[in-house]
């Protein structure tokens, strides 16, 4: 992108609206599954449960976490207007709940044996913002 907006007249980046409430709670120290239950459409707790699972070796809850938050993060991306594809940019920081989600169902699918899964939510990660895989550390 430039200062005169998108040249290739490609879709427009989306960006989720700021969840004050919710990622408060979070940076706060709150436990993430107390976050979930009381904000169960923020992709961003479910990211948290899914990282927490896969580094404690729990690969299957891991990947049931990380569905939740990616299935509630496209919800949400629909609403604000996204198509299906185009930009989901990691530096909006209310995105980077929904990219976490998708990165750990791309790794945790990875660990169980789900290769296709594994490659599309890798792909499509790096298809919603370059950046994103080492960001999330699926790089």
Same mark, same amino acid.
């Given at each position: 992108? /430039?200062?005169?907006?998108?040249?290739?007249?490609?879709?427009?980046?989306?960006?989720?609206?700021?969840?004050?409430?919710?990622q408060?709670?979070?940076? #706060?120290?709150?436990?993430?599954?107390?976050?979930?239950?009381?904000?169960?459409?923020?992709?961003?707790?479910?990211?948290?449960?899914?990282? =927490?699972?896969?580094?404690? +070796?729990?690969?299957? *809850? +891991?990947?049931?976490?990380?569905? *939740? +938050?990616?299935?509630? +993060?496209?919800?949400?991306? =629909?609403?604000?207007?996204?198509?299906?594809h185009?930009?989901?940019?990691? #530096?909006?920081?209310?995105?980077?709940?929904?990219? =976490?989600?998708?990165?750990?169902?791309?790794? #945790?699918?990875?660990?169980?044996?789900?290769?296709e899964?594994?490659?599309?939510?890798? /792909?499509?990660?790096?298809?919603?913002?370059?950046?994103?895989?080492? &960001?999330t550390?699926l &790089?």
């Amino acid at each position: 992108m /430039t200062q005169f907006g998108n040249l290739f007249g490609g879709p427009p980046d989306t960006l989720l609206p700021e969840r004050p409430g919710p990622q408060s709670a979070l940076d #706060s120290g709150k436990d993430p599954s107390e976050v979930a239950r009381e904000f169960p459409d923020f992709s961003a707790a479910w990211a948290a449960l899914a990282e =927490r699972a896969l580094a404690a +070796g729990d690969p299957v *809850t +891991g990947y049931a976490y990380a569905r *939740t +938050g990616y299935h509630r +993060g496209l919800d949400q991306l =629909r609403r604000a207007g996204w198509k299906g594809h185009g930009p989901v940019p990691w #530096s909006h920081a209310p995105n980077q709940g929904f990219l =976490r989600a998708l990165a750990a169902l791309a790794r #945790s699918a990875g660990e169980i044996g789900e290769t296709e899964e594994h490659e599309r939510c890798a /792909t499509f990660l790096a298809d919603s913002d370059p950046a994103a895989p080492a &960001a999330t550390g699926l &790089a």
